[in-house]
């Protein structure tokens, strides 16, 4: 068979600000792959059909000296994220032609996998579209699964406010916290996106471009749960909103990832207010939870009992221009790259 | 029989910065009591025999309608804190003459309590001197040990950091690490306060007036438990040398009381590290290990097992300039006012 086209995504600088499509990461149509005879070397042939564009992937696009919990995008080559591919060849046994496997991918066309390393096979037993395992069944939806778990304690009739309540971590969150019976303050960027949070059942949903958000918690708090994807000048506003006792999820702050963030303020308040506050990286939560994770969103998700949204690009060649969507939130629901139908 | 002089200490105006002797507070001496015949209406009569000095007194100087966690202390009136008092007479049945009582103590030589509301009658088992119920076997020795219990997730090998280690609450902490197997780095604010936080176990002790913190920690960390009696500047160094996972115990943040905190710089580090910050008031602790800590820390006091440090000033009219030196952290160990001896 003639050699197919092996588009990729390059890291090809380290941003100082926003990450600029067509600078900080390059499309790249040159290369091709001879998919029936490319050598596997024991491992595999992976087919990328969905990816990811998540907010924690600017924190990837820097010099390697700085460290962090994820490493550095390595420059000149194919940035990653989580998706979801078919194989079309394997010399592995354990891995079949066919199958679907999701992890972090390499933004190109195709890739050759040495094992499953850092990969697991999707059964997909309840027909969702591959993109959902990249969001609400995903990585964005263990996040909030998991961390609403772990550290909400939440109780019945208690308030909770979340931030990015439009995208896939937030949406969900604010469907678990109405499950748990609290009231729910839901914060994001678009009109669009408040009338989705109000449609998944947030009591109190807002615009924090048009809307202040201080006075929205001193009129609908105190709060007991704070959601934080956005860090700065919210998490301060939401210390000073905080219940005594309330409990802090850490799991972005994405005001901070472009511009530097800005100090926080009101951090002695954690001490006279009895606040926890929690960070967490996913990954350190899924041993204990992944098996109950599968083993009920994905059900939910296809019954329609819990909501996503998503707003899916076609082709590697808007990875660039969507990663900056991302970053700056003018995307409309959980970013989502279409590399291939199946 | 004569009246007797009846001092007090009053809350004489709020300070701007840093408590003024004679101006926050003011010793009077003009008041007197006639211990034999003054009306009990029920209640019974207390003789102060120790106060306590401590950090949080400054957050209660303030004007009524600042909130907090402690309600603000009355113009006017006598200020209060922790001490020891003796009975001197009863209409209480459950109280006796001779008794020794607990609690929030009015800053008076005598004083008439109603009931045994926010008191505690104490046994005195091992014969400790009752200045050490106001220390070590009190408030600052109940929030080190049921917060390091509570909070402190300690494990054989990893490396604590202890802020103002000299203290009664740090020393403490020290102590309750070593027992836990911990590597301890401790910081105090002299070189005499050095040497007891090397006598009771730090592996690290060092003066921070003379010393870079960020230094220390840089040389001596990653930390795995950070205990916070100072915030600000210390605790973004902190933030830059924890450990992933890592548990810090928000007791208090000195370093803002009086000059307004320095904002933190760093709080981006507690979703990458995935850190947990727990803010507490030990009286909401208290329900959980109080039966507990008297079962066990008085006894390993008086033995020796636990070590403690003391500076006993006598007379009320010492009350303002003590309360200037725990602020400034001029004062050399656990700061108590003795009123009388018995």
């Known amino acids: ?60 696009m820097r010099a390697p000296e700085a460290k962090s919990y994820s490493p550095p995008f390595t420059l000149g080559e194919p940035i990653a994220s989580h998706g979801v591919g078919v194989v079309v060849r394997s010399e592995l046994p354990e891995v079949k032609q066919g199958d679907h496997i999701y992890g972090l991918l390499s933004h190109e066309e195709y890739s050759v996998r040495k094992n499953l390393e850092g990969l697991t096979t999707i059964k997909n037993e309840h027909n969702l579209p591959w993109s959902v395992y990249v969001g609400a069944a995903g990585m964005p939806g263990k996040t909030a699964y998991m961390a609403w778990k772990e550290y909400s304690k939440a109780n019945n009739g208690e308030t909770a406010f979340v931030t990015t309540g439009g995208g896939p971590v937030g949406s969900l969150v604010i ?13 994001a960027g678009s009109d669009e996106k408040v009338k989705f949070m109000e449609s998944i059942g947030a009591d109190v949903a807002f615009n924090y471009k048009t809307t202040n958000t201080a006075e929205v918690l001193e ?54 207010k009895s606040l926890s506050i929690n960070g967490f990286i996913v990954t350190r939560l899924q041993p204990k939870y992944d098996a109950e994770f599968y083993a009920t969103v994905p059900a939910k998700l296809a019954n329609g009992e819990l ?14 221009d969507v990663i900056l969507a991302v970053q700056k939130g003018t995307n409309k629901a959980k970013a989502v790259i279409k590399v291939a139908d199946n």
Chains 1, 2 share one sequence.
């Open 175 to 187: 469907q678990l916290a109405k499950l748990d019976g609290l009231k729910v303050i839901a914060s």
């Open 219 to 272: 009129k609908h708090g105190p709060i007991d749960v704070y959601w934080d994807n956005v860090g700065g000048e919210v998490l301060d506003q939401a210390l000073v909103a905080a219940n005594t006792g309330a409990r802090f999820i850490e799991c972005g702050m994405i005001s901070g990832y472009n511009t530097g963030g800005k100090p926080i303020q009101n951090m002695m308040l954690v001490v006279g």
């Open 1 to 60: 068979m003639s050699p197919t086209r092996n588009a990729r995504v390059l890291f090809n600088s380290v941003p100082t600000g926003f990450p600029e499509p067509g600078k900080t990461t390059v499309y790249d149509d040159t290369k091709t792959i001879d998919v029936d005879n490319v050598s596997l070397d024991g491992g595999f042939l992976v087919k990328t059909l969905v990816l990811s564009i998540d907010p924690y992937m600017r924190g990837r």
């Open 307 to 320: 909501k996503y949204t998503e707003e899916i690009s076609n082709g590697l060649d808007k990875v660039g």
